[in-house]
């Protein structure tokens, strides 16, 4: 219907320089496909090639690349990298740069680096995820991101309105949010019960 289309209409295509440069990345490396790129370029070549520099650990030409997109945060991060002395630290911090993030906390847990495997799922709100890490650990918790957790699920289950579980976990820790867990109540029941008189 082309009043209402949707996602399914659309399509992608590559052009043809940028194939090619993929092509080049894949079957020849990253040098040769460089000076292609070099001989037709497009800030969207030199992210493709900035891209393929990470995935090898190719800093200096991903930088250069990223350079050449004006690509800022990937500057950035090229940096950062340049800064970790250990090779498996940066394969773990480019699996999280391309979204890949179970196979990056996967290479922080080998690394016995439950801490940034833990950091990772704090930046990507997955409590469910942090709760689990702190408590397959060895040793104690940290009291603080503990609580932290148990609250991040709570506000999970309460932007659901699903408010007996909000219960459960926004008051699982020393400190319990009576307040907030009252107030959600309260309007809850006011919703339901718009002609109930409620005295403050």
């Not at 290479?107 to 680096?113: G, P």
Request: with cysteine.
């Amino acid at each position: 219907d082309p009043e209402r289309p949707n996602k399914d209409n659309l399509f992608n295509f590559e052009i043809r320089s940028l194939r090619d440069s993929r092509a080049l990345i894949e079957k020849v490396g990253i040098e040769d496909a460089s000076q292609f790129i070099e001989d037709n370029p497009h800030p969207r070549l030199w992210h493709l090639l900035a891209e393929a520099a990470l995935q090898k650990l190719d800093l200096k030409t991903a930088e250069e690349a990223f350079v050449r997109c004006k690509d800022y945060p990937g500057i950035q991060f090229v940096k950062r990298l340049g800064n970790l002395q250990s090779e498996p630290m940066q394969q773990a911090e480019v699996a999280a740069y391309f979204s890949r993030f179970e196979e990056a906390e996967s290479m922080y847990l080998h690394m016995d680096r439950r801490d940034l495997a833990i950091n990772l799922r704090i930046k990507l709100g997955d409590w469910f995820k942090v709760l689990q890490l702190l408590k397959t650990g060895s040793g104690d918790a940290d009291d603080a991101l503990l609580e932290q957790a148990y609250n991040g699920i709570g506000d999970y289950y309460a932007d659901r309105q699903k408010w007996y579980f909000f219960s459960i976990f926004s008051g699982s820790v020393f400190t319990c949010r009576i307040e907030t867990i009252s107030t959600y109540f309260l309007q809850l029941i006011r919703i339901r019960y718009p002609n109930v008189f409620f005295s403050e």
